[in-house]
T-cell receptor, first 113, second 114 residues
């Protein structure tokens, strides 16, 4: 069964510094990959998705992620974070044959002034 | 914009009570999902539905049931609530079809069972 590992439960970073949130998935079969963000007391909203094509995916709010098939990874990056990026970030994967999304345990990004 | 609306943001119930969590989406999506969110565990799928009156168990269906009588509405039912069902419940919907896995989420229902 597919699984997703987010290696860091919390990432503290100073404002305007770069950040990388790590995500690995278990299976190398064809997959769709997603990053979602959750602000306090809200539902999840989509940051970006990889369906096919270019392995570098750009999303909203200046985030991007790179699909690496050989390493089964889909790390999220931002070159310069803002206080407003403080939130929880979830990586998710779906086998192309299934409607189900499997989520990682989440990474809390804490941006400090 | 797609809107997924969960009827109650916060609920407090007693052990043994029957609990209904309602979810409505307004974009004619075929698929609907109920997830449970707990700290450190991420989101775990309880049930999903790919059509009216159709449902499939997710990873943690025990203690839950669902109902989908209309395309836009998907209800989660706790027949006899227990304290270990205290959690945040998230409803989501998506279109059917290849490349259409993006989920649209409601704002969540935080349930406390005393």
């Amino acid at each position: 069964a597919q699984s997703v590992t987010q290696l860091d439960s919390q990432v503290p970073v100073f404002e305007e510094a770069p950040v990388e949130l790590r995500c690995n998935y278990s299976s190398s079969v064809s997959v769709y990959l997603f990053w979602y963000v959750q602000y306090p007391n809200q539902g999840l909203q989509l940051l970006l998705k990889y369906l096919s094509g270019s392995t570098l995916v750009k999303g909203i709010n200046g985030f991007e992620a790179e699909f690496n098939k050989s390493q089964t990874s889909f790390h999220l990056r931002k070159p310069s974070v803002h206080i407003s990026d403080t939130a929880e970030y979830f990586c998710a994967v779906s086998d192309r044959s299934s409607y189900k999304l499997i989520f990682g345990s989440g990474t809390r990004l804490l941006v400090r002034p | 914009d797609v809107k997924v609306t969960q009827s109650s943001r916060y609920l407090v119930k007693r052990t043994g009570e029957k609990v209904f969590l309602e979810c409505v989406q307004d974009m004619d999506h075929e698929n609907m999902f109920w997830y449970r969110q707990d700290p450190g565990l991420g989101l775990r799928l309880i049930y999903f539905s790919y059509d009216v009156k159709m449902k499939e168990k997710g990873d943690i269906p025990e203690g839950y049931s669902v109902s989908r009588e209309k395309k836009e509405r998907f209800s989660l039912i706790l027949e006899s609530a227990s304290t270990n069902q205290t959690s945040m419940y998230l409803c989501a919907s998506s279109l059917r079809g290849q490349g259409r896995r993006e989920l649209f989420f409601g704002e969540g229902s935080r349930l406390t069972v005393l």
